[in-house]
């Protein structure tokens, strides 16, 4: 074989590679447009809600994917509502909302929005990594924001978080990692600590969240007036506190040698954590309530990339199973 057909069998392999992604490129694309160009298939609304709802992001294989929605508290499956933000995490309360953004070019870029009652942007923060959780206190005094630095998952080894709360539309209480840190009634200094998944307390000083650090979670109870976070139970990630502020909902580790989260509630009075064992899937989230009883949280559909569905769980009865409660749907808060 000579040197001049090999280089004319390279440069024809090359043209049936190039030929062959290129169609694949355009098939791909068009595929795309056929699912992002059509209407949502779930009912619509076009008036937002005003009383007590549920705000989400929209997960609908649709024109309307990442858009945030909102549904009446007393009809959750009913037609939706949407704004004209997009949203990869977001939380609302009574007066104001919070939206986590990954901008996606050339260099992606993260950004958390501060949004007031009628969704107009009061405050635009950059963020130094993925979004990943964020909270509004009970008043929407306090913005909370927990981002990765480096990583894509908790289940990652080496991952680093930064988790900032402010003021709504104003400064910042900087990265929680700088408060002083007590676990098991002692000061610690570890270099390797993260926090993330804030919740909020109603006297706009505590606040619950988690630490990680040498191979261990925690939750915390944290006062921002003291600049402080102190253990109150080992393995406990993410917590959510409930409306009249008794229970914490959060996911605990139930994998031997592997990770498996679990949901779980603590009662604060008692110091009793309850195993939610009627849902046994594994739930990566940060639960919301839906009421004194009932947490939500979103789970990834199997048999479909990028669609999500908010489940409602049962707290008083701990092998009770979950039920659907808002199809195409991710990132609960429910506003009461």
Same mark, same amino acid.
């Given at each position: 074989? +000579?040197?001049?057909?090999?280089?004319?069998? #390279?440069?024809?392999?090359?043209?049936?590679?190039? *030929?062959?992604?290129?169609? $694949?490129?355009?098939?791909?694309?068009? &595929?795309?447009?056929?699912?992002?160009? =059509?209407?949502?298939?779930? !009912?619509?609304?076009?008036?937002?809600?005003?009383?007590?709802?549920?705000? #989400? &992001?929209?997960?609908?294989?649709?024109?309307? $994917? *990442?858009?945030?929605?909102?549904?009446?508290?007393?009809?959750? *499956?009913?037609?939706?509502?949407?704004?004209?933000?997009?949203?990869?995490?977001? $939380?609302?309360?009574?007066?104001? &909302?919070?939206?986590?953004?990954?901008? =996606?070019?050339?260099?992606?870029?993260?950004?958390?929005? &501060?949004?007031?009652?009628?969704?107009?942007?009061?405050?635009?923060?950059?963020?130094?990594g993925i979004p990943s959780r964020t909270r509004i206190s009970h008043d929407g005094s306090l913005v909370a924001d927990t981002t990765f630095v480096s990583g894509h998952s908790y289940m990652q080894v080496g991952f680093s978080t930064d988790t900032e709360i402010r003021h709504f539309g104003g400064s910042s209480y900087g990265n929680l990692e700088k #408060?002083?840190?007590? %676990?098991?009634?002692?000061?610690?200094?570890?270099?390797?600590?993260?926090?993330?998944?804030?919740? #909020?307390?109603?006297?706009?000083? +505590?606040?619950?969240?988690?630490?990680?650090?040498?191979?261990?979670? $925690?939750?915390?109870?944290?006062?921002? =007036?003291?600049? +402080?976070?102190?253990?109150?139970?080992?393995?406990?990630?993410?917590?959510?506190?409930? !409306?009249?502020g008794s229970h914490i909902a959060y996911k605990v580790n139930v994998g031997h040698g592997q990770t498996f989260w679990t949901p779980a509630v603590l009662d604060l009075r008692t110091?009793?954590?309850?195993?939610?064992?009627?849902?046994?899937?594994? %739930?990566?989230?940060?639960?919301? /309530?839906?009421?004194?009883?009932?947490?939500?949280?979103?789970? !990834?559909?199997?048999?479909?990339?990028?669609?999500?569905?908010? /489940?409602?769980?049962?707290?008083?009865?701990?092998?009770?199973?979950?039920?659907?409660? %808002?199809?195409?749907? /991710?990132? !609960?808060?429910?506003?009461?």
């Open positions: 074989m +000579t040197t001049r057909f090999r280089l004319a069998a #390279f440069v024809a392999l090359v043209v049936v590679v190039a *030929g062959a992604a290129t169609a $694949y490129a355009v098939h791909d694309r068009r &595929q795309y447009e056929a699912v992002h160009t =059509r209407p949502p298939s779930v !009912p619509t609304a076009t008036a937002l809600p005003t009383g007590p709802r549920i705000v #989400f &992001q929209h997960t609908g294989l649709d024109n309307h $994917y *990442g858009m945030v929605a909102m549904v009446p508290l007393s009809d959750p *499956g009913g037609p939706r509502s949407f704004t004209e933000q997009a949203c990869d995490r977001v $939380y609302a309360s009574a007066t104001n &909302q919070t939206c986590l953004q990954i901008q =996606r070019g050339v260099t992606t870029s993260y950004t958390m929005l &501060q949004l007031n009652r009628d969704w107009d942007v009061v405050e635009r923060d950059p963020l130094p #408060f002083t840190l007590v %676990i098991d009634g002692r000061e610690v200094h570890p270099l390797d600590r993260n926090v993330w998944g804030v919740t #909020f307390a109603r006297d706009d000083d +505590t606040f619950y969240a988690t630490v990680g650090t040498g191979g261990h979670t $925690y939750l915390v109870k944290g006062s921002l =007036r003291a600049r +402080t976070l102190t253990s109150v139970r080992e393995n406990a990630e993410c917590p959510s506190l409930s !409306p009249d110091g009793v954590q309850t195993l939610l064992t009627g849902e046994t899937r594994n %739930i990566d989230d940060q639960m919301e /309530w839906l009421d004194d009883h009932t947490i939500l949280y979103g789970v !990834p559909r199997s048999d479909q990339a990028g669609v999500d569905d908010v /489940w409602a769980l049962r707290t008083t009865t701990p092998d009770a199973p979950p039920r659907l409660l %808002i199809k195409d749907a /991710w990132s !609960p808060a429910v506003v009461r």
